[in-house]
Structures are given as structure tokens and as C-alpha cells.
């Protein structure tokens, strides 16, 4: 019940206060994001490309409502992906953007704004020779994240989406994006969703992220099958060897700090696996999803609060 109620959570600036100063949800912090500068970050992408992996760095940032927040975001990618290409790490290490923290959600506008903001970032990618995938936000926002994806991939075809399988809508969805040389990062979703959009249920969540990752695999997608779930790992691997896939033509993504011996395993034997890696100083929302997932980490941040 714990999780309804953090992700509620994820969204009250009293709470976000709250757990910002505290010294004990720092530490928990540590654990899933790399640290709030640059540096920390390409410190990160090294260590993880040391280890066989390869990375998409997220500039943490989300909900954003000002024009110069979201040109800051902006910037603030295009250095990272400058910094990337001048330190030789490009080429294990892309990006992956919340199209709130460029801009989407300003009114009026924003839909240009947050296209015209990728396509900068998309650009500077290209030009250092990785890629960019856009995150996929709550129920609302699908729409208008896939049409501006659609824009992208006009010029930059190597543009990867994500699709949740909790959402009613995204068998459909995927069946649209499953095309040959599309890449497609699958994730089970980490909003709370209206029943009337999403399944309520993990057993549903499940079996339709199974039926999105045989879709994708059969009709020649690029998979990037992003789950902790080892009953999917192990069914994307089955599928890539019953549909003859090499380990060049699908990966596995796991988030940073979360099963990172599975991450080692996987590795270990012969396959592609991509460490999902948020730096920055706007941790909170990112950080309350993660909490939500998973009883065992509320109960340590709540340990931790009470031995403050
Ligand atoms: P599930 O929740 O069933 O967890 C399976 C097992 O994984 C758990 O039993 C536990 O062992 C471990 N685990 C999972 N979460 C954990 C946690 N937080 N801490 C510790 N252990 C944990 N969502 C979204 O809505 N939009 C997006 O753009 C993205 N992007 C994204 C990228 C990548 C690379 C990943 C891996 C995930 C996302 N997500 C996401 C998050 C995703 O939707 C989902 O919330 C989490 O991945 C948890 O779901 P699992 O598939 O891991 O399965």
C-alpha cells in the first residue's frame, strides 16, 4: 500500500522538503542516481563501460514550466554529450530525455518547444556519434511524446521510445513502432495510472509485457527489454535465440544500482546490457519511483529516518 502513497508523494513539494534534507535519504540516494555534477556522471560511465556495460545517461529533470528551465536541460545535454564524445566514452554511452524537463508541458507551446529542444540534443548526439531514446511519462503525455518522436526520427531514424506495458493502449502502440531498425526500450511503467487507461493489476502488467516483447522480437524491432524481472530477461533471451537473433541485435537494460550482479552475469555470458544512469541535482521524483517499486527500500529509507 506503501506505493500508491510514495508516488503521490513523488509529486508534494511538502514531502520533496522533507526527504531533500534529510541525511539518511541522501545516502539512499547514492544508491540509484550517480551523483548531482557532470563529472560524477562520466565517472560512472566509465566505471560501468570498465564492467562490459554500456549506459544511457539521464540529466535528471522533470515537470519543467519555464522556457529557461527547459533551454538549461537543453544545454545542459548537449555539454554532456560534448564532454562524452572529447573523453572517447560515446561510444558505450547515449541519452535518454524526459521531454517535460525540455519543455512539453508549458502551454501552448510546448509541444514545439520540447521538439525543437531534442532535435538540438539529437543533433549533438549525432554529431558525437551515439543516440538518444525519449522516456515515456505518464498517460497524458503518450500522445504527444510519439508525435514528436515521429518528427524526430524524420531526421535522426535511430531515435529510441519507450512503451509501458501497463498502459491499455501500448500492444497497439508497439505493434506501430515494431518495424525493422526501430528500437524500442519496453518497461512495465512506473506511474500511477487511472484504471481506466491501465491495468490495475501485476499479473496483467506482465502478461502484456510479455506479449509486447514477442511482438518486438518477431517483427524485427531493435529490443532493448528494460526490466529487473528475471522471468522477462530470461523470456527475451529465449526469444532471441528461438527467432535467431545475434546478442548485437536486442539488449538487456537494467537501472542504475538495481541487480547490478545480474547485470554482471548477463554480461558475463556474452550479452548487451545497458545501465540506465541519472545524475543531477532534481533527484526527487526520480528517486520516490524508485522507493515505490520496491517494499524493501522504503523500509530501509524509513529505518533510516527514524535513526536520524
Ligand atoms: P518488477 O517491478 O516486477 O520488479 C522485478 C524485480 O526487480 C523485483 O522483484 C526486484 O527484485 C527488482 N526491482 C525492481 N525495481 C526495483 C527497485 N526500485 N529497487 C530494487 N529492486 C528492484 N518507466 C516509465 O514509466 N517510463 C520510462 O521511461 C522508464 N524508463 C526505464 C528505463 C530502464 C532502463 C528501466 C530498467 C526501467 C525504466 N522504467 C521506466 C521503470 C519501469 O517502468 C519499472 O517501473 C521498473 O523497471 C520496475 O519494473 P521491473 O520490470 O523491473 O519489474
Redesign the pocket.
Known sequence: MLGPALLAASRSPRVRTLVSTSPVSRRLVDRFVAGEAPTDALAAVRALTERGLSV?IDHLGEDTTERSQAEATRDAYTALLAKLSAEGLAAGAEV?LKLSALGQALPHEGGRLALDNARAICAAADGAGTTVTL???DHTTVDSTLSILAALRGDFPWVGA?V?SALFRTEADVRDLAHPGSRV?L?????REPRTVAHAR?PEV?AAYRRCLAVLFAEGAYPMV????QT?IDEANRLAAQHGRSTDDYEL???YG??TAEQDRQVAEGRRV?V?LPYGQDWYGYFM??LA??P??VGFFLRGLVAR
Do not use: P
Open positions: 544511457t535518454s522516456d515515456m511519462e519507450v509501458q526500450r518497461v512495465k511503467g512506473a506511474y501485476k506482465d528494460a526490466s529487473h524481472d522477462m537494460q537494467m537501472l538495481i541487480r545497458r540506465y519511483r524508485r517499486e520496491r524493501a527500500n
